[in-house]
């Protein structure tokens, strides 16, 4: 097979994702965003770099926007939101935080494979992805011809850059207005 019909496999693996996620749960999670006082986002591995990647650009739509472990994330408090990426829903350094999260009373957000997984219960806000993942041995219903927890990731960055797009459509803004926000000093 020729590397573009892979893309194009690819591409309708991704419209068959996309659409099965629940829209109601990505509205209450546009809504949480909307309203919180500070955005903290973590994420680990490929899953992590998507969740970075929706942090820059909340910081370019003007919200206070933090990747958990950087050095300049500030202290988070009651009325902020932590956001987790994570298919498994698992991974032990992303339950750690969740959990402290919980016990200081920040709204939970998770975006994942699995909603019934550890962070999922200590979540206010979950929204599934229905994508394969080799890390937790659970049918989805879906197949990827992409390896490992490619099309998972790929799903988490186009949901959040769909949940941008609707917190852009709130605030009023385009792409304009935002870009008057990126990084300069380059």
Do not use: W
């Amino acid at each position: 097979m020729k590397t573009i019909e892979y893309a194009k496999i690819v591409c309708d693996e991704l419209t068959r994702t996309l659409t099965a996620i629940p829209s109601e749960e990505a509205e209450n999670l546009a809504e949480e965003i909307f309203h919180a006082k500070k955005i903290f986002v973590a994420g680990a591995g490929r899953s992590g770099f998507m969740m970075k990647a929706f942090a820059m650009r909340l910081m370019h739509m003007g919200f206070d926007s933090h990747v958990i472990g950087e050095t300049t994330t500030p202290n988070a408090e009651k009325g902020d939101i932590l956001l987790v990426g994570s298919g498994s829903g698992e991974t032990s350094s992303l339950v750690s935080i969740a959990k402290k999260a919980k016990s200081m009373g920040i709204t939970i957000g998770l975006v994942t494979i699995f909603k019934d997984s550890s962070i999922g219960e200590l979540a206010n806000v979950v929204v599934e992805i229905p994508a394969p993942t080799p890390k937790v041995k659970t049918e989805t219903g879906f197949k990827s011809i992409q390896p490992m927890g490619s099309l998972f990731e790929q799903s988490l960055l186009l949901c959040l850059d769909s949940v941008i797009l609707r917190l852009m459509e709130k605030q009023d803004k385009n792409s304009d207005t935002m870009f008057t926000k990126h990084a300069n000093l380059e």
